[in-house]
């Protein structure tokens, strides 16, 4: 018995504590746009005029399938110059997590 609250405690604390980075995701609803990186350029942070985007869908952090990578969402905008790349993240109750990557430039 001590064995399973064990269990339950550090699995409970886990949840609470997550991947505890400069974004954490809530627990029941995750919904929130984060900067990933701008290319070193003239240019800084100013998006550019095209934006293309790119998803994957993971369920219950067993099946993942999609392209959420940088590389399809500038071919998917007609993108050829990267300006700025930020992720939107969505999840509920952590049994459907949504990850898109968003591309802007030229």
Do not use: R, W
């Amino acid at each position: 018995m001590k064995l399973l609250k064990s269990v339950f405690c550090v699995l409970a604390l886990m949840a609470v504590v997550g991947c505890a980075g400069p974004y954490s995701g809530g627990m029941l609803l995750s919904d929130y746009s984060a900067l990933n990186c701008a290319p070193d350029s003239a240019q800084g942070l100013t998006p550019g005029m095209k934006t293309g985007e790119a998803s994957m869908v993971n369920y219950l952090g067993l099946v993942a399938k999609g392209d959420a990578s940088i590389t399809a969402a500038a071919a998917n905008g007609g993108i050829k110059t990267i300006h700025t790349v930020d992720y939107k993240y969505n999840s509920i109750l952590g049994i459907i997590n949504t990850t898109t990557t968003i591309v802007t430039g030229q």
